[in-house]
């Protein structure tokens, strides 16, 4: 008998690296899924906190497509390693802070040391040539295979018609004519191969969870390196990014101000990292404070925090400044306008 080929797909949780999973499953191959953990995807997080999403689904996208698939699924924590990916990408930024086409030959990368370790065959991945205007163009995809030493044990399922040949194919353990030929940034033929595969419920077909793609995100992450000594970063910052409005009315300080109740909730956990301030006449907002306050500043956070509570048309709300140090002030302010509040400081 011949010997099962084993290949590790890449599984994002999107649609593409689900469907290419199975077409490759569909040729009895064992597949076995890696997803690595950069901090920057934690969509379900965000959905499981906020009221307004309260509609969208609670869960991690990779774990439920490799359930749709039958599949063992790894997940590597690769926060500290990614650091340099973002840091210091070697080609550059996409339209944000995205460093696609370095993310992506930095996980390959890291597929090609799982596979030696593990004695796997190849690598698949969910691309598809056309689809992504950075990483996945056919003049950058070989790229990726030489930069992350994967060279033909890297097999785009969803497109491998339309490149040359690589060994699986070559070597008779995948059928070439059984691959696809998917080509540009429509979705359509994804769509009409999940309903093929009976796959129902998947993440948003546009896929993606990374949040260093979103413009607001990595406004406020600019943010915070600018106001810092360095540009490092731990888990802790990444969360606290996604949630709250960001306000710095100061070089020296930012605010971050709960926008609704599962956000109070989950910023009070915070707490003992942050100095914080909250109202005690009204009900209103937890707000945090990054950063080091004067008493002049004390005073002009709490009337922005106060603006944000049900006291912000009163002539007076007492507010409550606490520091890490255990210490409290009680100021009595003036909630600022919603003027003064437009004209200002939002990152």
Not at 31 to 50: L, Q, S, W, Y
Not at 100 to 122: P, Q, R, S, T, Y
Not at 300 to 317: C, H, K, M
């Amino acid at each position: 008998m011949s010997k099962q080929r084993k290949a590790v797909s890449l599984i994002s949780g999107g649609l593409d690296s689900l469907l290419a999973t199975k077409v490759i499953l569909d040729q009895g191959i064992h597949v076995e899924g890696i997803n690595f953990f950069t901090g920057f995807c934690v969509e379900g997080h965000t959905h499981a906190i906020r009221k307004q999403d309260k509609d969208k689904v609670k869960r991690n996208n990779a774990l439920w497509s490799a359930e749709q698939l039958g599949i063992k699924l790894h997940i590597v924590d690769v926060i500290e390693e990614y650091k340099d990916v973002l840091l210091n990408p070697k080609h550059g930024y996409g339209q944000n802070m995205n460093p696609c086409l370095d993310c992506k030959g930095f996980m390959v990368k890291k597929a090609v040391e799982w596979i030696k370790e593990n004695d796997f065959d190849f690598i698949i991945t969910g691309e598809v040539v056309g689809q992504r205007p950075m990483s996945q163009r056919k003049e950058t995809m070989p790229i990726i295979q030489q930069e992350s030493g994967a060279g033909d044990l890297l097999l785009r399922p969803l497109c491998a018609k339309n490149l040359p040949e690589t060994l699986p194919e070559r070597e008779g353990w995948v059928d070439r004519e059984k691959l696809l030929d998917f080509s540009g940034r429509t979705r359509k033929p994804q769509m009409a191969l999940a309903k093929e595969f009976n796959f129902e419920g998947y993440a948003t077909p546009a896929g993606g969870c990374c949040f260093l793609t979103d413009k607001n995100y990595s406004d406020k992450l600019v943010d915070m390196w600018q106001h810092r000594s360095s540009r490092d970063y731990e888990l802790d910052d990444l969360m606290m990014l996604k949630v709250g409005r960001h306000i710095r009315p100061n070089d020296n300080f930012k605010m971050i101000v709960g926008r609704e109740q599962g956000e109070n909730k989950f910023m009070e956990g915070y707490r003992k990292m942050y100095p914080y301030i909250h109202s005690i006449s009204h009900n209103g907002p937890l707000t945090l404070i990054d950063g080091t306050m004067s008493e002049e500043d004390a005073v002009l956070a709490a009337r922005i925090a106060a603006r944000f509570g049900q006291g912000r048309d009163d002539e007076e709300v007492e507010m409550a400044v606490n520091y890490l140090d255990g210490t409290k002030t009680i100021l009595k302010v003036k909630p600022m306008s919603k003027e003064e509040i437009l004209k200002a400081w939002y990152v």
